[in-house]
Structures are given as C-alpha cells and as structure tokens.
C-alpha cells in the first residue's frame, strides 16, 4: 500500500498570508491527525479527523483550521501567517476504529513564514 | 497534565554497547505508550508500543507505573540505530503527546 503523502512539501509565505496544506491517507485510513513539529516546542497535535468529521483538537487558535473530505482525505488552513508557524506539519492516518490503531506519518511539509 | 519528558536530548554511544534511552511520563489515567523513530530524511514510523510487549530491531520497553517510566534499551548499539528517537503517550480520542525527543548516535 502506499503511504500517507502530503502536499506540498516545501511551501514559503510571506506574514499575513493563509497557505492550505493536504494529505491523503494510507488507503482504507479514515482518521487523520495533523501535527506541527517546531525546534523549540516539538510535536503538537493541532486536530484530528475521522469521517469527515473533527473528533480530536489540540491548543491552536482558530487561524488553524481543516477538513475532511468523503475520501478521507484532508486539508489544513492556516490564516493570517505569522511568523511562528513555520514549522514542518505532519499528518498521520490511521484505521480510525480504535484510538490504538497504529498512527502512519507521511513526510511532513515544511512551511516557512517570511 | 499530561506530559512526556526525555531528559536526554543527545545521547552519543560505541557500537556494541548498551543504550537506554529515559522516557517519563505524567498521565492521570492508564497510560498507552509508544516509541517513534525517525531516522535520517525518513518519516517518523512507530518502533514499539508497550501493550504488544514486543521487540523490535532489538528493542525492548518496559512500563514501570510506580516510576512513571517507558525507558527503551537495546543491549548491543549497532550503526543504524543512529535516528532520532521519540516518546509519546496516547491521550483521550487517539491524540499523542509526544516527547522532546532524543537523538541516538552510534559510533563506529
């Protein structure tokens, strides 16, 4: 099967800016997770989806938002960049049935706010 | 709160040699642990998770409750375990915590 893949890989914004990040899941996957991963505070769960709906958020403010769409798949926006949210964001995709399934983490997109 | 701590944020050993690497956790419930690792330009991918009692790659993790601990040993360091190593611990509805993380180097 493939992995989870994410787009884009590599993004650069300017403050101000809103970017959309996607990430499909491994197939048959119906929960995704986006994290953002930062030198200074490591990785932070942003907020979970499982058919088509948000289960799971964490401590971000409302300029982090996303979505799920019927195939599972799920974009994350972020709006009004500043410059602390560059950061590489992860997403991960897991069964979804039990919150032990396995997390899959896909190659991460690395997004720097200039 | 719920928080995972890895004091060490490199550890450096000889090949051959045993490694632990400290995990810590706080966690009001019946905690469910996980070590990640990501090695160099790969993804972060699941190594063991204490409920399967598993070893992996040679691996072991053993939960102490009483020290609040999910220390992972490997008796003989080889090269490739080189990787940077992460901690997590499952929280309410599938959401990991994760740790600082510690980075493994292994030398020759």
């Known amino acids: 099967k493939a992995g989870v893949t994410q787009t884009p890989r590599y993004l650069i914004k300017t403050r101000g800016q809103q970017v959309t990040l996607s990430c499909s899941p491994i197939s048959g996957h119906r929960s995704v997770s986006w994290y953002q991963q930062t030198p200074g505070q490591g990785l932070q769960f942003l907020f979970e989806y499982f058919s088509e709906t948000q289960r799971n958020k964490g401590n971000f403010p409302g300029r982090f938002s996303g979505r799920q769409f019927s195939n599972s798949r799920s974009e994350m926006n972020v709006s009004t960049l500043e410059l602390g949210d560059s950061a590489l964001y992860l997403c991960?995709?897991?069964?979804?049935?039990?919150?032990?399934?396995?997390?899959?983490f896909g190659p991460g997109t690395r997004l720097t706010v200039l | 709160a719920q928080r995972v701590t890895q004091p060490e944020k490199l550890l450096s050993v000889f090949k051959g040699a045993p490694v632990e690497l400290k995990c810590n956790y706080s966690?009001?419930?019946?905690?469910?642990l996980f070590w990640y690792v990501q090695y160099s330009r790969q993804r972060l991918q699941l190594l063991l998770r204490h409920i399967s009692r598993e070893s992996i790659k040679g691996f072991t993790a053993d939960l102490n409750k009483g020290e609040t601990s999910f220390h992972l040993k490997k008796p003989f360091a080889q090269e490739e375990d080189s990787a940077m190593y992460y901690c997590?611990?499952?929280?309410?509805?599938?959401?990991?915590?994760f740790g600082q993380g510690t980075e493994l180097s292994v030398k020759p």
């Open positions: 991960a995709s897991s069964l979804g049935q039990a919150r032990t399934d396995t997390q899959y």
């Open positions: 997590a611990l499952l929280h309410q509805g599938g959401k990991l915590i």
């Open positions: 966690y009001s419930g019946s905690p469910e």
